[in-house]
């Protein structure tokens, strides 16, 4: 828990650390998730981007959690987003779990912090005390709401009439404060200024400040609210870049404002905001409601709600390699311009620059997540691939031993997409097929076919058991007895595998043993009834 001494520790950084101003500044980021459910790709991209960022730039990347919202919390979600960050390689240096030397790193836990900005802000004359009542705000939005103004803010104009230290005396205010009536303060924008901040991907951004409302800085439990809470983290954190998502942007002006009232000398963190993931038509945000109905993930792992008991698929599970997640999440808005599409992160960290990221939103396409998938799988080694394939295989109720493992990889990586697609295409060399799908090969299978797989078993059971001389004696026997080995290859390998998919079907043989290939035409031989 923070205590009074982390917090001297804290204010004396601050002094410490101005003394630095005008020197090169360590570039420190920060991913900053409230943990109110599943981490949605768009924030993994947001992790990913600063994490980029910070390698590159032989930076810090710190994790933050923002749960001053109580009301928003969710049990394990904090976890949960630790965990998506360890799956996807992009472990923060400083962070609740790991610490560092601006813990805590849990806003909560930092509760004590955050007033003495707030108090500062109304002294100055920048943020005021509001004792409206629940029903007074009702009252409010009921009474200024018009057509053209649905939802009224708490704003330069409505402030005027509402009960606050602005409106009532001084005297009244300190009694209000001392019988201890619930209050919450709020920053005072000013009338008909223009606040501007250079974003790195978006260049000059400007707002009237006539737009933006008076945000709640300090709510009546005394926990911040976001708007303070980020920005004194930023500071107290020495944050030098922040890259979050542009639904932020209208945030910016309050941050703004905050950073320069309180008067601190560091430079603002420099801001990017990402361009947001659209749905697969471009109309409007990605959301999890969009994976549901159009049946895939949006999530970076499963996400059960603890409160419904709701699961929500994630890329993990659906059978998702984290590189081909990281790299497909790259290359949703951003690109280095020479058509390269693969990348590691090793790769994405050299040639990651913010200014190839693009403004405008970045469509979702699922098919080309799995092609980074496939693609990934297919130049990914056996023993890299291993313990995706094992874990899938283990839920299937396959055992098998590493080295087999290993082989089936080599063999079938190809005609996989996903990891669980190695249990479809691959179980078969772990336990016989249950069915046989004979409709390919319905009426041909005759008299003298099945003596020629009687006779090539008794062949099988001397012979030197490699994939080329089962071939060759297959062929051999085939031409002795003038059928076409093309015709004999399909039973055969509908007798291995089950039906017509699979690679090249004496390589299989070779992969199931002598003893496991002739037991399945052993079988099939009893079960096959000739066609007539
Ligand atoms: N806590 C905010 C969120 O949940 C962070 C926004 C920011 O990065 O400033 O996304």
Redesign the pocket.
């Known amino acids: 828990m923070f205590n009074r001494f982390d917090y001297r520790c804290i204010t004396a950084g601050i002094v410490r650390r101005s003394y630095l101003c005008g020197m090169q500044q360590k570039v420190r980021v920060r991913f900053?998730?409230?943990p109110t459910g599943g981490l949605h790709l768009g924030g993994v991209r947001t992790v990913l981007y600063n994490y980029l960022y910070a390698r590159k730039n032989g930076g810090d990347f710190v994790l933050r959690i923002?749960d001053t919202d109580q009301s928003r919390f969710v049990e394990g979600a904090e976890e949960y987003i630790s965990d998506c960050l360890s799956w996807c390689g992009l472990l923060p240096d400083e962070s609740p779990s790991v610490g560092g030397q601006f813990a805590p790193y849990r806003q909560s836990e930092r509760k004590s912090l955050y007033r003495q900005y707030a108090e500062q802000l109304v002294h100055q004359g920048h943020a005021y005390y509001a004792f409206d009542t629940p029903t007074e705000l009702d009252e409010m939005r009921n009474r200024f709401r018009t057509e053209e103004n649905p939802s009224p803010q708490y704003d330069r104009k409505i402030r005027k009439s509402m009960r606050n230290s602005l409106t009532i005396s001084e005297n009244e205010t300190i009694a209000l404060l001392a019988n201890g009536t619930p209050y919450v303060i709020r920053i005072k924008v000013p009338e008909g200024e223009e606040v501007s901040f250079i974003d790195l991907i978006r260049g000059e951004v400007s707002f009237s400040t006539d737009t933006v409302d008076d945000k709640v800085l300090l709510k009546a439990d005394g926990m911040p609210t976001?708007h303070l809470a980020?920005v004194v983290d930023d500071r107290l954190m020495e944050i030098t870049h922040?890259f979050?998502?542009e639904e932020?942007l209208p945030s910016a002006p309050v941050h703004i404002l905050l950073w320069k009232y309180l008067g601190w000398e560091m430079e603002m963190p420099k801001w990017a905001h990402l361009p947001l993931i659209l749905k697969p038509d471009g109309h409007g945000k990605l959301s999890k409601r969009d994976g549901d109905r159009l049946g895939f993930p949006v999530f970076a792992m499963n996400w059960k709600d603890p409160k419904s008991g709701e699961l929500t698929k994630g890329f993990r599970e659906l059978g998702f390699l984290p590189e081909a997640f990281i790299n497909m999440l790259a290359m949703l808005g951003w690109n280095d311009g020479s058509g390269q599409e693969i990348f590691t992160l090793e790769e994405l960290i050299q040639k990651f620059e913010l200014d190839r990221v693009h403004k405008g939103g970045a469509k979702f396409d699922y098919e080309k997540a799995k092609w980074f998938n496939q693609e990934w799988i297919k130049r990914s080694t056996a023993e890299r691939l291993l313990p995706e394939v094992r874990r899938a295989l283990h839920d299937a109720g396959i055992f098998a031993e590493e080295i087999k493992i290993k082989t089936v990889i080599n063999l079938i990586k190809e005609r996989c997409v996903l990891i669980p697609d190695f249990v479809e295409q691959g179980s078969f060399f772990f336990r016989p097929p249950e069915t046989w799908d004979i409709s390919a090969i319905a009426g041909k299978w005759n008299p003298s076919k099945k003596e020629l797989f009687e006779d090539y078993m008794t062949r099988l059971i001397e012979a030197e058991w490699t994939a080329s001389n089962l071939e060759q004696i297959f062929k051999s026997m085939a031409a002795e007895r003038m059928i076409k080995a093309g015709e004999l290859m399909l039973p055969l390998r509908i007798i291995l595998v089950g039906g017509k998919f699979g690679p090249p079907v004496f390589e299989i043989a070779e992969i199931l043993d002598r003893d496991e290939t002739l037991a399945r035409m052993g079988k099939a031989m009893k079960a096959w009834t000739i066609d007539s």
């Open positions: 900053a998730p409230s923002e976001y980020v922040a979050r998502g932020w």
